[in-house]
């Protein structure tokens, strides 16, 4: 292909006339998503009350913050389009008292004075009737934050039968998740992987994540990468995943890992999604920096995009355990640091001046053999290059940014990939120079369609693709403009599209 035909088609593909095609039915999937995502409502705590003492925090679960309309209210109206492929978990502390009563965690009973229209009712009917008002509002489910101990005032000596009543009252309600944090008992890797196999003997439809202790990535349905600081939680985040991948012997893990606020990341990598950004963008309502969500560096609140994309992803190819697949983990570290300023962490003890660092592995796959990554002469800082392929045959590979000084920064690369086959979807993510897709074999097709995955448009790309013998190379202009075209106003996502192959 002349590289004049190649612009003159670039040009035509983004004209009025190429969107005026004949309507193409969207790449994604029209049926919910079956990936354990969900959005938590604790940083949305956090921001409405200032992020005050974790008992000021712990004061906003209330019912009228979930459900009602006022200003700062409306946490379950949040990511409206995405309420059918999440579910929405109640953080941090649905079942105490507001007075702070610590003798309540655990006791999984719906405290009556946070949730006053579930008063007086069954433990079970209580949690029914906050799932029935969940689901109302379009979300896949409800799910809870769990303290891993017997709440001290409803302890007992018989720790079978008390929790096989709360997970009756789960089955019973139809509740959909449970998020084990921690508790007396969550560091104990025996007593997480004994509550996960009597949870699914007894509500086997209750997906139960685990966290704290690695050695429980063999018996956990899902198991989360836990909190970190956002204003450096690429590397970090990173990190965690490759040595999670290999924290036990080849066989032994079953977990789907999530890598909690992180889409593109696991995407990249067959992780699921517990979603901590929010829709409350801006200064927290005293006036201050929002110092979980800084608007510095990624400005994770104004990549609202990047999230959607994630989820119609996981539409298309579902996050999958980590004993599934071979994995790759570079050798090769690259190392990230952000030179923190007031108010842009959490953690007290990074404060102004201080050097933010972590290293990660430069590339990591599963199932796909290492990528090549190429930079252009004169640059020196590589992306993070991460890349799955998933158990239905799909391929997902992302391009992940660095946090360098006080800059994100999105080095592009020509990166390329080895695959079997173009017979399945691939998505794309992130900003590259170029993607070459390497195949096995010739392969034969007769178009290539692409498409936001935030939006439902596809588009036929076939003639901005680059074919040389069984290489296919997209331009990283390409992945751009397609990866971007559904983004909504003023976000900052970097792109994703999902890309397929029409024989």
């Known amino acids: 292909m002349k590289p004049k035909l190649i612009l003159s088609g670039f040009f035509c593909l983004f004209s009025l006339a190429g969107y005026c095609q004949k309507k193409q039915v969207s790449l994604v999937p029209d049926k919910p998503s079956q990936a354990p995502d969900y959005f938590c409502t604790w940083n949305v705590q956090g921001y409405v009350t200032s992020y005050g003492p974790s008992t000021v925090m712990r004061k906003a679960m209330i019912e009228q913050n979930i459900f009602g309309s006022g200003t700062y209210e409306r946490w379950a109206a949040m990511f409206s389009k995405l309420h059918k492929d999440l579910y929405l978990v109640l953080d941090d502390d649905w079942e105490t008292p507001l007075n702070g009563d610590k003798s309540y965690y655990g006791s999984l009973i719906v405290d009556d004075g946070r949730f006053p229209s579930v008063k007086g009712l069954p433990p079970e009917q209580k949690l029914a009737s906050l799932s029935k008002k969940t689901k109302a509002l379009g979300w896949k489910g409800l799910g809870l934050w769990i303290c891993a101990q017997q709440a001290p005032k409803y302890k007992t000596d018989d720790s079978i039968a008390y929790w096989t009543d709360r997970f009756n009252w789960m089955r019973d309600a139809d509740i959909r998740y449970w998020k084990v944090d921690w508790g007396n008992d969550s560091k104990k890797a025996a007593w997480r992987a004994w509550l996960t196999k009597l949870g699914k003997q007894v509500a086997p439809n209750l997906i139960i994540e685990q966290a704290m202790t690695s050695s429980v990535l063999s018996t956990a349905e899902t198991y989360?990468?836990?909190?970190?600081?956002?204003?450096?939680?690429?590397?970090?985040?990173?990190?965690?995943?490759?040595?999670?991948?290999?924290?036990?012997?080849?066989?032994?893990?079953?977990?789907?890992?999530?890598?909690?606020?992180?889409?593109?990341?696991?995407?990249?990598?067959?992780?699921?999604?517990?979603?901590?950004?929010?829709?409350?963008?801006?200064?927290?309502?005293?006036?201050?920096?929002?110092?979980?969500?800084?608007?510095?560096?990624?400005?994770?609140?104004?990549?609202?995009?990047?999230?959607?994309?994630?989820?119609?992803?996981?539409?298309?190819?579902?996050?999958?355990?980590?004993?599934?697949?071979?994995?790759?983990?570079?050798?090769?570290?690259?190392?990230?640091?952000?030179?923190?300023?007031?108010?842009?962490?959490?953690?007290?003890?990074?404060?102004?001046?201080?050097?933010?660092?972590?290293?990660?592995?430069?590339?990591?796959t599963r199932g796909l053999e290492k990528p090549i990554v190429t930079l252009k002469k004169g640059d020196s800082i590589p992306p993070y290059i991460l890349a799955s392929r998933y158990p239905d045959g799909a391929i997902a590979i992302a391009s992940i940014g660095r946090t360098i000084g006080r800059e994100y920064l999105t080095p592009r690369a020509d990166v390329l990939l080895k695959v079997e086959g173009i017979d399945k979807p691939f998505g794309i993510f992130g900003h590259y120079n170029s993607l070459t897709l390497q195949v096995e074999h010739p392969t034969k097709f007769k178009h290539v369609y692409a498409q936001d995955l935030a939006g439902n448009v596809p588009t036929d790309i076939t003639a901005q693709v680059l074919r040389k013998g069984n290489k296919f190379t997209l331009p990283g202009a390409i992945i751009d403009k397609v990866g971007l075209a559904a983004a909504s106003k003023n976000d900052q996502s970097e792109p994703g599209l999902v890309l397929i192959f029409k024989q």
């Open 224 to 364: 989360r990468t836990y909190d970190v600081e956002n204003i450096i939680a690429v590397p970090h985040t990173i990190d965690r995943i490759g040595k999670l991948l290999t924290a036990l012997p080849k066989g032994q893990a079953v977990s789907i890992i999530n890598c909690e606020d992180e889409p593109y990341i696991a995407a990249g990598t067959g992780c699921a999604i517990g979603i901590m950004r929010h829709e409350f963008n801006g200064n927290l309502p005293d006036g201050t920096q929002d110092y979980t969500f800084p608007p510095v560096g990624r400005d994770l609140k104004s990549r609202l995009d990047e999230v959607t994309r994630c989820v119609m992803w996981h539409k298309i190819a579902a996050p999958f355990g980590i004993n599934k697949t071979d994995f790759y983990i570079d050798t090769t570290l690259l190392y990230d640091h952000w030179l923190m300023k007031s108010r842009e962490s959490w953690m007290s003890n990074h404060g102004e001046g201080y050097n933010n660092a972590f290293q990660a592995p430069a590339i990591i």
